[in-house]
Antibody, heavy 113, light 112 residues
Framework: EAQLLESGGGLVQPGGSLRLSCAAS????????MSWVRQAPGKGLEWVSV????????LYADSVKGRFIMSTDSSKNTLYLQMNSLRGEDTAIYYC??????WGQGTLVTVSS | DVVMTQSPLSLPVTLGQPASISCRSS???????????LNWFQQRPGQSPRRLIY???NRDSGVPDRFSGSGSGTDFTLRFSKVEAEDVGVYYC?????????FGQGTKVEIK
């Protein structure tokens, strides 16, 4: 059974940076499409980024393009999201997702001064 | 971007009764490969989302058969044959045909 454990969330000032991690287990990480999805407090869902395997580049939502960078380390079965130039509207729970079926519990990012 | 519009946004239901949620897309969700990538997710209070339905009408493993999906093109429906107490939560449609993948606003299902 796929398991995903996010970490790295916290409070950061506007303009700051944060790196989220997602430790994956229970499946072949190197061959699975992986994503980040976020949910602002009390709001709906937004698919932030996705990476297909086989050397393709990640895709990003316009709201984060140029500020967020998604990457993977297959030797550690870990997915990352480097978030730069953070804004208040980036405040959300960030979920790590395998395909569309396995979701982590999420990590909360709060952008505030 | 493809805009997904759900209705209603709030759905009070009676236990044991049927119910349905509508999802409409701003453009056809038929992919060039011939498939239609319309998904339905359930998010129970305090939990992560869980996919129920993929490609319009296919139930994910472990999803009760009281949930069913239907539709085509731009018009889709999630149906509950008989609502149970554990169905309380927010339901989202998601289109995965065109990037960026987009969700509907969510429909909150609650027991009357």
């Amino acid at each position: 059974e796929a398991q995903l454990l996010e970490s790295g969330g916290g409070l950061v000032q506007p303009g700051g940076s944060l790196r989220l991690s997602c430790a994956a287990s229970g499946f072949t990480f190197s061959s699975s499409a992986m994503s980040w999805v976020r949910q602002a407090p009390g709001k709906g869902l937004e698919w932030v980024s996705v990476i297909y395997r086989g050397g393709s580049s990640p895709l990003y939502a316009d709201s984060v393009k140029g500020r967020f960078i998604m990457s993977t380390d297959s030797s550690k079965n870990t997915l990352y999201l480097q978030m730069n130039s953070l804004r208040g509207e980036d405040t959300a729970i960030y979920y790590c997702v395998k395909g569309k079926t396995a979701w982590g519990q999420g990590t909360l990012v709060t952008v505030s001064s | 971007d493809v805009v997904m519009t759900q209705s209603p946004l709030s759905l009070p239901v009676t236990l044991g009764q049927p119910a349905s949620i509508s999802c409409r897309s701003s453009q056809s969700l038929v992919h060039s490969d011939g498939n239609t990538y319309l998904n339905w997710f359930q998010q129970r209070p305090g939990q992560s989302p869980r996919r129920l339905i993929y490609q319009v009408s296919n139930r994910d493993s472990g999803v009760p058969d009281r949930f069913s999906g239907s539709g085509s093109g731009t018009d889709f429906t999630l149906r509950f044959s008989k609502v149970e107490a554990e169905d309380v939560g927010v339901y989202y449609c998601l289109q995965g045909t065109q990037w960026p993948w987009t969700f509907g606003q969510g429909t909150k299902v609650e027991i009357k």
